[in-house]
């Protein structure tokens, strides 16, 4: 969970990260989730069009000055 997350941020700072659960979502986790754009929380069971959305979303090129 946020430990795996915590080192893919550490060895890729630039990535962008789904991360699937079948938990409660925890303190922790929600801010993580407020904290970093790059990353998206899926409950399960989720739908293909819920994975979509979020990859979808992770996708969005950046907006540049």
Known sequence: ?????????????ASK???TTGYSV????????DE???IACLRKPFTFEDLMA????LGEPETRS
């Open 36 to 38: 970093d754009a790059a």
């Open 17 to 19: 990260i789904i991360l």
């Open 54 to 57: 979020a990859i979808h979303r």
């Open 26 to 33: 925890t303190p922790d986790l929600d801010r993580v989730l």
């Open 1 to 13: 969970g946020l430990s795996a997350l915590q080192q893919i941020r550490t060895l890729l700072p």
